[in-house]
């Protein structure tokens, strides 16, 4: 398994992208790149998810622990057909978003 990004809150290998401090207290939830259906760039304001820390707000988004998300404009949605949402801050957001547009499109 070759790593081709990762930082404190995802890791996008060749055939998966794990969420670290998705569940709780501290699980990691990997999601293989062909169960992703759609990636968005989505923005967040102050009741769209900037403030959320982790978990789900009354947006259907679930978000990951990150305490720096205040700082963030941006997450990454991504659509596996369920009704609730996985919502990603990773450091690099243009990196993250670029692979797994990417890779989910080969899936």
Same mark, same amino acid.
Request: with cysteine; glycine share 8%.
């Given at each position: 398994?070759?790593? =081709?990004?990762?930082?404190?809150?995802?890791?996008?290998?060749?055939?998966?992208?794990?969420?670290?401090?998705?569940?709780?207290? =501290? #699980?990691?939830?990997?999601?293989?790149?062909?169960?992703? !259906?759609?990636? @968005?760039?989505?923005?967040? #304001?102050?009741?769209? *998810?900037?403030? !959320?820390?982790? *978990?789900? *707000?009354?947006?259907?988004?679930?978000?990951?622990?990150?305490?720096?998300?205040? #700082?963030? @404009?941006?997450?990454?949605?991504? @659509?596996? *057909? #369920?009704?609730?949402?996985?919502?990603?801050?990773?450091?690099?957001?243009?990196?993250?978003?670029?692979?797994?547009?990417? !890779?989910?499109?080969?899936?």
């Amino acid at each position: 398994m070759t790593v =081709l990004y990762e930082d404190k809150h995802v890791v996008c290998d060749d055939d998966a992208l794990t969420i670290k401090r998705y569940y709780f207290p =501290l #699980g990691s939830k990997r999601i293989p790149y062909d169960e992703i !259906r759609r990636v @968005d760039d989505t923005s967040m #304001g102050w009741l769209t *998810g900037k403030l !959320r820390l982790w *978990g789900m *707000g009354p947006a259907p988004y679930w978000f990951h622990l990150d305490m720096e998300r205040p #700082g963030k @404009d941006r997450c990454i949605v991504l @659509d596996r *057909g #369920g009704v609730v949402k996985v919502a990603l801050t990773p450091d690099d957001h243009e990196a993250v978003l670029s692979l797994l547009r990417e !890779r989910a499109r080969r899936s």
